[in-house]
């Protein structure tokens, strides 16, 4: 008898294969069989209908904080992952010395807009070491597995305390350190390491994140950590001023030699719309010298999202806005539904002058209303600017009543990456390109500005089932791209697949009423801090380790999740 029977599911196994119709049994945690089963079980789940998937890989989130508080990880859980990797760009809260706790909190509420007050109530740090953060990690319950990456802020700030923090140079008994340190989180398990070189991750005190201009001394003895270990992923972000010619050089150089599998995260920028090519070339020119080096690439547009509780809006910096951006929520809507103070609001100038904030002002006529269900392809006609022309209003009216919508719940937005050319196929292009990897939902980061968490769901409902603006993906390869390959990546080799003796780590959907909602703004983060989150209706089930985890989009109570130590060996079929 099976521990657990699905019966007469469309199965799409992860491996890219054509779909087919078939049951899955599972015993103590792994599958056990797959095509037509006959016997019986302990319990069996009516998949008539739908869709059987391995469970969700998320190879980049930033749950590094809430994975210290909260065992679901929502909303990954909500969108069937049932494994997610944190550590990325640079940035985690181990190793750490209890004097440097709150720069690590501002480094992550900068770089991730995660709040401080948030992580101040949250996190116990009772750790110090990164083995000891794992096993901090390991002690927990938890509903799904998690994979964690040591990262180089701060490996930098416990080596070299304020000068690690500022950015100064290394010495080289400073790296010497760094690599033993970085060796000893390899060895107790650390999937990888992460850094970032990218002058838009700041702490929130204005500091680029530590690492930033480490030179090829330094990162080359990170990387001779990785030789010394014999594994570990190295994550990277990589981009414009700051001088990259040492980092290339090393990726190359222990890429080509050492094998050390690399990604770098990969979109394309408005100020230059067909660059990511070029990187999509260099990535093809490793390739040919047996580099294992990706790009990491998002299944949509980074998409900014402004609503009156959000990090960002147009208004945010506007004299009149600012008295009253501390009242009440509903006494702040009240005084902004007011005719004379949306005139006034509109009639003053930003006073802020970062550079970033203005150009967004600049581009406030490309935004679109987000609406619900959200669209996040829409056409130049719903363009703000092309709205305000047909209308006769103005691009900043507009937008201020779309804030107000809803109860003042409306949200604007603002395609900040990946839509140069108003549509979608340049991430078509590197989604299918051969040396890139889907990642970049950032789950648990960007908590006022930004909700990509949904995206394993969009995978299937926009990719493989209502794209209308261009060609769409196999369902097959939607779900490949997000189990299989991003398993693989990091070395996962017993799950993303179905297949006897792979982790029984599955999802059952009701793909034709699969649907993602708007996202909201909620106040669940310790001290009752601030996020966007976003829900989707549809996944009839999801299992984890053998273990039913929701049903119906409720939560069972069954937590099976583990932290995991380090590679996966692929299974031997039972």
Known sequence: MHDLLIKGGKIVDGSGSEAFMGDLAIDAGKIAAIGKINGSAKRTINADGQLVTPGWVDMHTHYDGQVTWDPYLS???WHGCTTVIMGNCGVGFAPVRPTDHRALMKLMEGVEDIPEIALDEGLKWNWETFPDFLDAIEDMPRVLDVGIQIAHG??????MGERGAKNEASTAEDIAEMRGIVREALEAGALGFSTSRFLGHRSSDGEPVPGSFANGDEIAGILDAFVDAGTGFFQIVAGGGIDQEDLYANVKKYATEHKIPMSMNLAQVNESPDSYRRALNWFDELAEQGAPVFGLVSGRTTGVLMCIEG??????DRPTFKQIANLPFAERIAELSNPEVKEKILSESPTSKDEWWL??????????DLGDPPEYEPPHEKSLGYLAKQTGTTVESLAYDIMLSKGG??????PLFNYSYGNMDPVLEMLEHPRTVLGLSDGGAHCGVICDVSMPTYMLTHWARDRKRGRRISLEQAVKCQTSETARTYGLLDRGMLKPGYRADVNVIDFDSLKIHAPQIVYD???????????ASGYTTTICNGEVIFEDGEATGAMPGRVLRGTQETPSPN
């Open 75 to 77: 909303p990954s859980s």
């Open 154 to 159: 701060p490996v930098r700030v416990y080596v």
């Open 311 to 316: 990090t960002v809006h147009p208004f945010k």
């Open 359 to 368: 150009t967004m002002l600049k581009e406030l006529k490309d935004t679109f």
């Open 409 to 414: 719940k409306g949200m604007i937005y603002y």
């Open 525 to 535: 983060l310790p001290a009752k801090g601030r996020r966007l989150v976003q829900k």
